[in-house]
């Protein structure tokens, strides 16, 4: 075999080898600590807390377009197509009323929908890897109280070869981990760890940390600041040198602003932080949100 | 005679004045950036009159702030806005020109909420609950008429 044609068939193997692996679907595996289930005593109070501190219902209702809460619906729209978000109340057509808890956390923290199919990374499941077990399934609780809503799923709009989800899996292979809920800092107090999961968590970086040009957060830029976040506003960055104004606020004053969207200028929060802040933030308790400030705090050195 | 002629000459140089004054007038984006620098010097009149040693400074600092709130809709002319040719540097959206009943009654609001702290300067507890107030109205405009903070 002349060394030309070798290469050809290497290529054409490894070639082959892809796409097998691409396409055949594989089951990240979930471990669920003995004694921890969505059906537990409680799990559906902590779960509503934590739907609010995760931020659920900014993408997965479409408010404006009269869709009810969780119902999904509301369209994505990013360097890579138009997304649709999917229904998660627990109908069991259109949402997610046939899922195991095993499902719920492989979507949540492994990025892998109910059939193994790989999820869209605009789904912040990147983010959601920090979350522990029990909270993920104290969140699949909550939703399993609410009422179902008949929803079927939008059709999103991403040009190929992104479309092929199987490419995802690629994707993964450079810029995912796995699952790795986030484990305290002995170093630190609890105040900061809690800040640290709740911004972990509410997935801040989706927003304020920059991405490289296939979509995924750089990481060794955390909260740095995006110059093209959601529907084109400016991010701006919560730590490291570009944060110049963000480092100027007090604690207490981002405290504040979680709660009530009141800048320390007198301005108040628009945009997309105006419906974190709606959705999200001014739900929580007002220890929580010391604790993100305290975090936020500790990364600009100024603590 | 002398009278009615040097009367001319003053006219002629008053008009020609006016006339000039209106030839230099701003263009948009002188417009837009003195827009932009009044509300930064606003809201800083605010902050000020909220941290204010004496209720007669934080009365003479709201003054300011309350001539400000009621110039607002005359620092808007059509043509400065998002879109528009000649402005490069501006958040104001189009809604402000296709919906001016409700772009003056946010601004009204927000001068009312001003004046409203004024009556109530020397009492803090009502004072402090006024000036959040205030804060709210910045996004009674901003939420509906205020477009996204871009990058350059």
Known sequence: ??????????????????????????????????????????????????????????????????????????????????????????????????????????????????????????????????????????????????????????????AFPLSWRALMKGWKLLFFTGAAPLANDASRDATWNRGRYLVAVGHCGECHTPRNFLGAPIGSQ???????????WKVPALAGAKAKEFAAWSGEEIATYLKSGAKPDFDSAQGPMDEVIQDATKHLTDDDRRAIALYLKSLDGQQ | MRVVVAGAVLAVI???SIACGASVAQTPQQTVDARVDGM???????????????????????????????????????????????????????????????????????????KNIDAVLGDKAKADAAFAEVGKNCGGCHKMFRGPEVSE
């Not at chain 2, 930064?40 to 300011?64: C, I, N, R, Y």
């Open chain 1, 1 to 158: 075999m002349s060394p030309a044609r070798f290469l050809l068939v290497a290529a054409l193997v490894i070639g082959a080898a892809i796409l097998v692996w691409l396409g055949v679907p594989s089951r990240a595996h979930v471990d669920i600590p003995p004694g921890v289930a969505s059906g537990a005593p409680g799990m559906a109070e902590r779960g509503a807390y934590l739907v609010r501190a995760g931020g659920c219902l900014s993408c997965h209702w479409d408010k404006k377009g009269g869709g009810q809460p969780f119902a999904g619906g509301l369209a994505l729209t990013t360097p890579f197509g138009t997304f649709h978000s999917p229904n998660i109340t627990p109908d069991s057509e259109t949402g997610i009323g046939g899922w195991s808890d095993e499902d719920f956390v492989r979507a949540l923290t492994q990025g892998q929908g109910v059939h193994g199919e790989e999820l869209y990374p605009v789904f912040p499941y990147t983010s959601f890897a920090a979350m522990t077990v029990e909270d993920a399934l104290a969140i699949k609780a909550y939703l399993f109280t609410l009422s179902p809503v008949s929803a079927p799923r939008r059709d999103d709009d991403i």
């Open chain 2, 14 to 16: 008053a008009f020609a």
């Open chain 2, 40 to 114: 930064k010097k606003f809201a800083g009149a605010v902050k000020a009159a909220s941290q204010a040693a004496t209720p007669e400074e934080a009365k003479a600092k709201l003054a300011d702030a309350i001539a400000f709130s009621e110039s607002i809709v005359s620092r808007f002319p059509k043509g400065t806005g998002i879109g528009d040719t000649d402005v490069t540097k501006s958040r104001a959206l189009q809604d402000i020109w296709a919906k001016p009943a409700e772009f003056k009654a946010a601004a009204d609001a927000m001068s009312a909420a001003l």
């Open chain 1, 222 to 232: 955390a909260l740095q600041g995006n110059p093209k976040g959601p529907n084109g």
